[in-house]
């Protein structure tokens, strides 16, 4: 169970010094958490959250697809078929998420990790002689890859019902498909994996603070952060001091990072992208789709849309989604405020925007599109996947949203970037999280990333655990049980 109960440090006195300060619920936070915890048991750590659970906005398991991103079935991760480097480096990216979760497993620190991580085949499914075309090219490159020595290329519709009969039953006898599949998939429920994590936290005796909404970060003339906030609970204002701060705050990272007056941040802007899902729970249905299957995306639309038919798993009973389907607000959080956008906006990041906008007009007329489609429009969209598909079956759910990267390109340039960068400040005591997906999948990677660079001093010191807990090579439990 977290710890929610005060502790005299989060009165503020200037005398109570933290090591560590980690702003938002989400599986970033509870990533770093759950390193830090034990890499330095000693350490004072402290996770501050707006709302009175963690895991409620991206992470949770119905504000996102669940892919484990590997690279096996995105298309949107190789635009060229003959360059397979990106989903490379992704692929190696979870394999090291894979093999974290295992080792805090093996040394009891957090739940195995069948119990949110679920074998998934991944399939890519396209449709006409020009994306099979791609698809086939794709799938020569990928296959001399290690990582993707397994995949298989089908043109047999026969062989494609097997992976998937859903996308066969009912489809015209004239048209042409082809697919990949792969046995080593998963889908992941992110919301289970952050609440063991930061029981992996709060067992080391680092509260988890709900209901607390940081507002603002200054640094002092002694190097230390003070940390500002209120407890929307009792509306008490806060304050805390500590020698590092992470925000891993989704759509409000940007926000708080401008406030703290980081200069690596000047300039960035952020572009808010919502999605909805069609979903089913319906048994019969649910029981023949036991894959995830990704496609190309419509065109002018950004790479985070591509379609996908996916199975889930989430608190043991299984459920299918298609999507996404774009939205549009000002809210930078699910559960954000109209407001948001608005307040990110500086002299400084208004061209960057301006020109990214410019930049990205098919984007700008994709969302129109899709803010005007209609359910029938909408459902046609997943009966291109599944021809049979009944529209009683299924019923439309809001997802998580999305503050999708803006930076500066030059003087008056700026460019929208769909992924997740760190940001850290010039000496190490200040990092943040920004942009999107793949992030969930490869939080390990990037927080050893955030440990390199903030934590140089360190890396000697903490090297033989990190081994121990970031192994370059090794089998997990998951592995074991795709291969028996």
Not at 210 to 224: N, Q, S, V
Request: aromatic share 8%; glycine share 10%; with cysteine.
């Amino acid at each position: 169970m977290l710890d929610t109960t005060r502790t005299p440090r989060e009165t503020g006195c200037p005398d109570d010094i933290l090591d560590a300060v980690l702003i938002g619920g989400g599986i970033m936070s509870a990533t770093l958490g759950a390193l830090l915890s034990t890499l330095a048991p000693d350490w004072s750590i402290a996770l501050f959250e707006r709302l009175g659970e963690p895991a409620a906005e991206s992470s949770h398991p119905w504000n996102n697809a669940g892919t484990g991103h590997s690279g096996l079935c995105e298309p949107n991760y190789m635009p060229d078929p003959t360059d397979g480097t990106k989903s490379a480096r992704i692929a190696d990216q979870f394999a090291l998420s894979r093999r974290f979760w295992s080792a805090l497993a093996r040394r009891g620190d957090l739940a195995e990790p069948d119990t949110f991580l679920t074998p998934t085949p991944h399939v890519t499914v396209v449709f006409g002689e020009r994306d099979i075309d791609y698809l086939r090219r794709r799938y020569a490159t990928l296959r001399e890859l290690p990582a993707f020595a397994g995949m298989e290329y089908s043109e047999d519709r026969a062989v494609i019902a097997r992976w998937a009969p859903l996308l066969v039953r009912g489809r015209a006898d004239g048209e042409a498909m082809a697919a990949t599949w792969h046995r080593a998939g998963t889908d992941v429920d992110f919301g289970a994996l952050t609440r063991s994590l930061l029981s992996t936290m709060t067992a080391a005796g680092n509260p988890v603070r709900l209901r607390r909404e940081i507002t603002g970060l200054t640094r002092g003339g002694d190097g230390l952060w003070t940390v500002r906030g209120r407890d929307l609970d009792s509306g008490r204002v806060f304050r805390v001091r500590t020698r590092f701060v992470f925000v891993g705050a989704g759509g409000y990272a940007l926000r708080l990072l401008q406030r703290a007056g980081l200069p690596e941040v000047r300039g960035y802007g952020v572009f808010p992208l919502g999605a909805q899902f069609l979903r089913t729970d319906n048994p019969e249905v649910v029981a023949e789709h036991t894959v995830k299957v990704y496609s190309q995306a419509a065109l002018g639309a950004p790479p985070m849309s591509v379609p996908h038919l996916d199975r889930r798993e989430v608190d043991g009973a299984a459920a299918l989604l298609f999507g996404p389907y774009a939205t549009f607000s000002t809210r930078l959080l699910r559960h954000g405020r109209l407001t948001d956008l608005f307040t990110t906006l500086r002299p400084h990041n208004f061209v960057p925007m301006l020109a990214a906008g410019v930049r990205n007009l098919d984007l700008v007329r994709y969302l129109v599109s899709e803010l005007l489609a209609s359910r029938r429009r909408r459902f046609a969209q997943l009966q291109r996947f599944h021809p049979t598909a009944d529209p009683t079956d299924w019923r439309l759910i809001q997802a998580g949203q999305r503050a999708q990267l803006v930076k500066p390109v030059g003087r008056f340039g700026g460019v929208l970037e769909f992924g997740t960068e760190l940001v850290t400040g010039a000496d190490g005591t200040v990092a943040g999280l920004l942009g999107a997906s793949p992030g969930a999948s490869i939080a390990p990677s990037i927080m050893r990333d955030l440990l390199d660079r903030c934590f140089p001093g360190r890396r000697d010191e903490w090297a033989p655990l990190l081994a121990e807990l970031l192994p370059e090579t090794g089998e997990t439990t998951l592995d074991s049980k795709l291969t028996h």
